[in-house]
């Protein structure tokens, strides 16, 4: 009993340690040909920990079934592409360490996310959430000073001093030139990243950690993180609204909808806002019918590759990772020809669709609304509203396999579970 006790204990600071330096994909990591990041050390440490001792306790809950069959999608896709011929040549674009490699380690890290998801499961359940949620938002709470420095310091033209490992990542805004990454690689990374941790934040009632890490975002320059946190600003209030509506409130809503639209509309005519805001998802409102907006070219004909590539794979798609190497075939546009980088389709779901296929896009979906479900049947909503904005965001997100995604999923699940069932102090 007393191993065991010491077992829980290691286990569950490995957790903690494990969400504090979520963040820190870039800032704070060791190249070894690849970012090697502290969140990382800590779960193989827990994985190595289990392997020794040998057994672990896990909850029986419907979303592994989900995640089996998509994790196993995924594996058959890889092999079945991995010793397929196509009657065309695949392109060698520039990765880690070649295109079948590079798959190959992409499933890996699929597997550790989503061995993510089930130890952060496992202890939440068992524990509740407060300690864990306390030590995410300390991470959070240190990333996100970290780009509120760097960002004001380049917002002044001064050289901010780098984390180690970290690279500033840059972009134009007006007249200014502002490093936007934060801690992330990227900008839109980090912009989840703060996004999901500010709903995790105004779930458990931390308004004044919920307003820093909202404004955070700003720093990443991240449109879809930016209009993910009005989003979900708009649908939490106005889902208090209509349960407290009455018909003696119907004024009181349309002025508010009224406003929102005038707004809107008033903004629409904005330079700024065009160039900023709205040309990033529907193109530019003064050049929609000439088709030079390239933004919105680009993205539109990554959508059409994508939904290209399913269509000629359904079943088993192209493999993990492997979007870049069959784009060229299916890419009619020559303005969008790419060599230098590896291209994806910078959408979660046309990413499943055409690199895994049919089968492991189903059970995807089937797992998302497992997760709004459970957000569901929670006594506060900001995670059900949450999820619904995160969800949409992914429409502009790179990919799926960010520890700190499948962190916040299994903290929400952990959380349902710990709310059913009575925690014993044994975990091994």
Known sequence: MKNSWKSVNLFDFLIKAMLLFLPFTWALTINIGFPFKFSELFLISILTMIFLIGRVAVPKIGEFKYLGVFVGAILISLVVNFFWSYDYTLSEVSGRFGSKFDSLLKFVYIILATLTFVMVVKAVTRSGPDQYVKFWL??????????????TFSLFDLSPTMLPGHEPQYQSIFIFRVIRNGTFKEGNYMGLYLLISSIIAHQVNRKLMYYFLTAAIITTVSTASIFGAIMFLVLKNLSYLLSKFTLNKLAILFVFVAAVGFG???????????KYFVSKFVGSLTKMSSGTDKSRVERTNLTIVASKIFASNPIFGVGISSFSTHYD????????EYRDFKIIPNNVYLEVLSEAGLIAFLFWIGFMLSLIKRAKELSRTSYYWGLITIFLSLIAFPTFSMLFIWAFFGLLVGTSENRKISTSPQLF
């Open 138 to 151: 300390y991470g959070a709470f240190v990333s996100a000073l970290y780009a509120f420095y760097i960002f």
């Open 264 to 274: 809107g509309w008033s903004l629409s005519d904005n330079v700024y806002v065009e």
């Open 329 to 336: 075939q299916y890419n009619e546009n020559n303005q969008f």
